[in-house]
């Protein structure tokens, strides 16, 4: 769903009602940072802050973010560190907080069982995330967008008080290139117990799943197998990419997982992408799935991080049957497709786009570049392109390329404010499958709740 779209509040109500609710685990440490400057309203952070082990830490993150009221009228947010392969303590603690806060909400009050979802790609970050999701116990790390092969290993590491390490990809790289985390050196004396949490890596086909699971040190507990309909990232399609008249891949029969195949690896699995109706979800539990992952219905929830006025906009072209969203193969500057969701005043209008000056300077889709003298540099297809030249990117890979990272945080009302006044506008990933979300809206116009669509999927 992006960026805290699948946020605290929506993961915990998913949890109290039997099922597995899962948070975002993308950006948490910029989202820590802007709720703080906001003032926290509800003080729901400070109120899980209040519980993290490390006070000290707490103190200093406190000190350089919160601001007791809120910015007053016309002032930025003050930048934080980015996470790069070996970060500054600062960033390591903001990460660790940002993901430890999001989880410990979640599963507030409640003995429910919780996820996080992350993505292999933003590698640099995903050491000081884990750590802090695991300081919150959480249940489940679930993770895409690439090929987890590392995190079961770090995940005991973790667990068991050990350094953990995960290796980074790097463009150019002459060497391998490791990034490394120690809790003891992070939390010194306040380390608590952690406790191993269960993985769900996300695949597509059943190739992958096989691959994982030959080795017990990369095998995971389980997989999401994701159609190429679901929400925000997709793999291409396999073979030569073709486009349809919207512009979108095409995908064809080559990109279905064999889910007999899926099945006979023995772990339990999840489908995703095209299952939002009890009947699809009754269907995937005939084919042996253990359930389903749904995104769409639940980002539309009430409880979901979306602002007030971008719900309404969606529910709106919904209940029109005017909602449209595209699977654009050049958003992303992964280069990964990315669902993009068609609505006025976003970035997906062509003008919006246009009138954005580039800019990079959150920084989370950044990869690392080898330099010819060995240090690093990181570098965005989304950044200003003369830079981006510099360190060796072509003038193609920039083409129709969005920031991502500052649109997903204006979805949820975290949107930086230039010092010119120019508000960063949003970009709204959905999934393609929108028959659910119609059905619903037809039961609950104007909106629903996440219990309410739990009920609506799983029917007595």
Not at 111 to 116: F, L
Request: glycine share 10%; aromatic share 6%; charged share 25%.
């Amino acid at each position: 769903m992006g960026v805290a779209v699948s946020s605290w509040r929506l993961a915990r109500e998913v949890s109290q009602c039997g099922e597995l609710g899962v948070v975002s685990g993308t950006a948490l440490d910029g989202v820590l940072a802007r709720v703080l400057q906001d003032g926290d309203p509800g003080g729901h952070r400070r109120r899980a802050l209040a519980h993290f082990p490390s006070q000290a830490m707490v103190q200093r993150v406190m000190d350089t973010y919160f601001l007791e009221g809120g910015r007053p009228p016309g002032k930025p947010y003050r930048p934080h560190p980015t996470l790069t392969i070996s970060p500054r303590r600062a960033a390591i603690e903001l990460s660790v907080l940002g993901n430890f806060t999001e989880v410990w909400l979640a599963k507030e009050g409640h003995d429910g069982v919780v996820g996080i979802n992350m993505l292999e790609k933003i590698q640099t970050a995903n050491l000081s995330a884990i750590l802090g999701a695991m300081l919150a116990d959480v249940d489940y790390v679930i993770m895409g967008a690439g090929v987890p092969r590392e995190i079961p290993r770090l995940l005991t590491e973790f667990a068991s008080a050990r350094t953990g390490h995960l290796t980074i990809d790097v463009v150019n790289a002459t060497t391998t290139h490791r990034a490394a985390l120690n809790p003891r050196t992070v939390l010194g004396d306040d380390l608590l117990p952690l406790r191993r949490p269960n993985f769900l890596a996300i695949v597509t086909l059943h190739v992958l799943a096989d691959y994982l699971n030959r080795d017990p040190e990369i095998r995971p507990d389980g997989f999401i197998v994701e159609g190429p309909r679901a929400g925000g990232h997709s793999s291409p399609p396999r073979g030569k990419v073709e486009l349809d008249e919207a512009g979108d891949p095409i995908y064809g029969p080559r990109d279905d997982a064999d889910l007999a195949k899926i099945a006979r690896v023995g772990l339990p699995f999840w489908l995703a992408g095209g299952y939002a109706t009890p009947e699809k979800v009754a269907e995937a539990r005939a084919s042996g799935a253990a359930g389903v992952q749904i995104g769409t219905l639940f980002a539309l929830a009430d409880e979901s991080g979306l602002t007030p006025e971008l719900r309404s906009q969606l529910m709106s072209e919904l209940e029109a049957d005017e909602l449209s969203v595209r699977n654009d193969p050049r958003a992303s500057p992964t280069g990964f497709p990315f669902k993009v969701a068609q609505l006025a005043d976003t970035l997906s209008e062509d003008e919006v786009y246009e009138e954005r000056e580039r800019i990079c300077d959150l920084g989370y889709l950044r990869v690392p570049v080898e330099r010819p003298d060995k240090s690093i540099t990181y570098r965005c297809p989304s950044e200003p392109i003369a830079p981006y030249l510099r360190k060796g990117g072509s003038i193609e890979e920039t083409v129709g390329r969005k920031c991502l990272c500052n649109a997903l945080m204006a979805n949820i009302g975290l949107g930086q404010l230039r010092p010119s006044g120019y508000q960063e506008p949003p970009a709204v990933t959905l999934g393609q499958d929108l028959e659910g979300a119609r059905e619903l809206s037809r039961l609950h116009p104007g909106g629903w709740t996440a219990r309410q669509a739990v009920d609506w999927l799983l029917p007595a």
